[in-house]
């Protein structure tokens, strides 16, 4: 039951990662890999504010607005200096690890009290009410992923919104009909690296730490989540996409524990699962085209 709980709250913070990389990746159409350094960025702000006794709703608000600054470089690097996408984002969360030992001060932040004063977190409002953490955890990152969603659901439906959308689609015709597409490209970045700050922010307070190497790997499980909720669930509106993605998460996390427990599993073979999930589910379209042709033969 640990390891369930452990793994829906782990898959209910990674899905507003893996909505971030979703905006960017199939909104956008852009390659963003600035979001391995949007997420460490968000976690040591966080840390580093909770640990020295901020606020911490007031402490994860920072560290989506410094998500957003690292979304903002990205776009910049890409619209104003014609950078590569792909390059832009590599050069922001190269700068971001730099960064963020610079905030935290050192290279791992433990959110551990200090004499008789004790570090609270998001969750903490929770468990003083009766709550075990595992389920402190879960209800309030279900609440965000929620809140965020509904959120994002709406501001896509706006005209500005549309114009995001838009600008993923055809860029051209966007132009054509006078919109900005630098402006629209640049939101999105930041859009979508704040949620990812979010889900940092979260994580390092779930977890009670903030590492600076914590965020090596997370856009390959943002894509994986994706990726899975694409081969399952085969969204075709942004609502059922946005609730895909938070499910597909929740899989991925259950997986990779379920995975881990097995006895000859090693917690370093982790990126190994990931690897193999990711195949899998990226071979999935044409595993099952090539099922249905077999199929369609024997019919016949």
Not at 75 to 86: A, D, E, N, V
Not at 93 to 118: C, D, E
Request: charged letters at 10%.
């Amino acid at each position: 039951m640990l390891i369930i709980q452990g793994a829906v709250s782990l898959g209910l913070i990674f899905s507003l990662m893996a909505i971030g990389v979703f905006l960017s990746f199939r909104i956008l159409k852009m390659p963003d890999l600035s979001v391995e350094g949007s997420i460490i960025l968000g976690a040591g702000m966080a840390a580093r504010l909770v640990a020295g006794g901020v606020n911490p709703f007031l402490a994860t608000a920072f560290a989506m607005v410094i998500g957003c600054l690292a979304g903002l470089v990205s776009g910049i690097l890409h619209t104003k200096l014609k950078i590569p996408g792909i390059l832009s984002g590599i050069l922001t969360m190269v700068a971001s690890y730099s960064i963020v030992i610079r905030i935290m001060g050192t290279s791992n932040v433990p959110l551990l009290p200090h004499g008789p004063q004790r570090v609270v977190s998001v969750f903490t409002f929770l468990t003083d009410a009766g709550l075990s953490r595992p389920n402190a955890i879960i209800l309030f990152s279900l609440v965000i992923v929620i809140v965020a969603s509904s959120l994002l659901y709406c501001f896509m439906g706006t005209e500005f919104g549309s114009a995001i959308r838009a600008t993923g689609n055809n860029q051209q015709m966007v132009r054509a009909q006078g919109i900005n597409t630098d402006v629209m490209i640049i939101a999105c970045l930041m859009l979508s690296n704040g949620l990812v700050a979010l889900a940092g922010a979260l994580w390092a307070q779930q977890q009670g730490f903030a590492s600076v190497d914590m965020g090596i790997g997370t856009i390959v499980v943002g894509l994986a989540s994706v990726i899975i909720a694409e081969v399952l669930f085969r969204p075709r509106m942004f609502w059922t996409s946005l609730i895909a993605i938070v499910i597909g998460s929740i899989i991925y996390r259950l997986i990779i524990a379920l995975a881990l427990s097995v006895d000859f599993m090693r917690p370093t073979d982790l990126r190994l699962v990931t690897a193999i999930i990711v195949t899998i589910a990226l071979c999935m379209p044409l595993i099952r085209e090539k099922g249905a042709k077999i199929f369609a033969r024997r019919v016949k």
